[in-house]
């Protein structure tokens, strides 16, 4: 962590922004960091570790799996650190100076609805992003009840696995009644089929749920082939990609998409 946290503080020459990374570059990472400094030491050093060391935020921006003015669904999102880092994405920012070769297109203009269970997260969240306005507003509720209106792309990253296996089912079902024609669902699960990987992230995830508050009595998890079959018996084409370089874990990110709407030429 301290490495990283290191690395992070200083911009890379340009011939190493030719090596992929996993992570978000440095100016990225303050950039989408620095709306949580104001809230004191815990938010920010919270939001510079999980965006600087989570792989998910670069890989969603790397390929391109969030179109610009997209409507997103966060759900389970946390302080909002997935809108923190979209919000900053204005195309003047300085850190789309140093966007990394090789990345998709920055998407400009989305509109992220965050939900979250805990109310101090969404106290923060509102707090450090009250400057995006209707780009980033949060809902406190539950994913198993919450409404969550209509969204191009649903985002539920580490999330589903603290809720039974039959809440899960309805939280998809609900998540593709949501949907657009043409939407996307970006999941990210662990693999309970992965051994020492998986279980060294339980082990990790219940220390983390533990001292923010939450009393799991236990985790409902699946393996990669039975959540690649429910999504595919809710209709969606489902690939998966990993998504835990640079960390002992087993996270895959599940892209479900939906079929585009019926003569829109887009069928592939
Ligand atoms: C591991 S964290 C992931 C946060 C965020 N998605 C990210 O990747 O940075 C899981 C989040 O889901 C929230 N959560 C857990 N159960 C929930 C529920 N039933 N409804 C809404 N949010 C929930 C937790 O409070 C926590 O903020």
């Given at each position: ?9 200083t911009?890379?020459?340009?011939p190493?922004?030719l ?69 900053s994405?204005?195309?003047?920012s300085p ?11 920055a ?36 994913m198993?009840?919450?409404?969550f ?22 939280v ?14 970006l ?49 969606f ?32």
């Amino acid at each position: 962590m301290l490495m990283r946290a290191l690395k992070c503080a200083t911009p890379l020459p340009e011939p190493f922004r030719l090596m992929p990374s996993p992570f978000l570059p440095p100016e990225l990472l303050n950039q989408a960091a620095a709306p949580y400094r104001p809230l004191g030491p815990f938010p920010w050093h919270f939001a510079r570790g999980k965006l600087g060391g989570d792989p998910a935020f670069a890989g969603l921006l790397q390929r391109g799996l969030i179109p610009a003015n997209a409507r997103l669904l966060d759900i389970g999102c946390g302080q909002g650190l997935l809108a923190s880092l979209l919000g900053s994405l204005t195309g003047q920012s300085p850190a789309e100076r140093a966007w990394p070769i090789g990345w998709a297109a920055a998407p400009h203009g989305v509109q992220v609805h965050g939900i979250e269970l805990m109310p101090r997260d969404v106290e923060r969240a509102r707090t450090a992003l009250a400057h995006l306005g209707e780009r980033a507003r949060f809902t406190l509720g539950n994913m198993c009840t919450a409404d969550f209106g209509q969204a191009d792309v649903a985002v539920i990253l580490d999330v589903l696995h603290y809720v039974d296996y039959q809440a899960q089912e309805d939280v998809l079902r609900r998540v593709q009644a949501t949907l657009a024609p043409g939407g996307a669902l970006l999941l990210r699960v662990g693999d309970a089929s992965a051994g020492l990987p998986f279980r060294i992230s339980n082990w990790v995830d219940a220390a983390v749920t533990f001292v923010r508050g939450h009393r799991l009595s236990r985790l409902y998890c699946r393996t990669l082939d039975d959540w690649q079959t429910l999504l595919r018996a809710l209709g969606f084409a489902v690939e998966a990609i990993p998504m835990h370089q640079g960390t002992p874990f087993a996270n895959i990110l599940l892209v479900a998409r939906l079929a585009p709407p019926a003569g829109s030429g887009n069928g592939g």
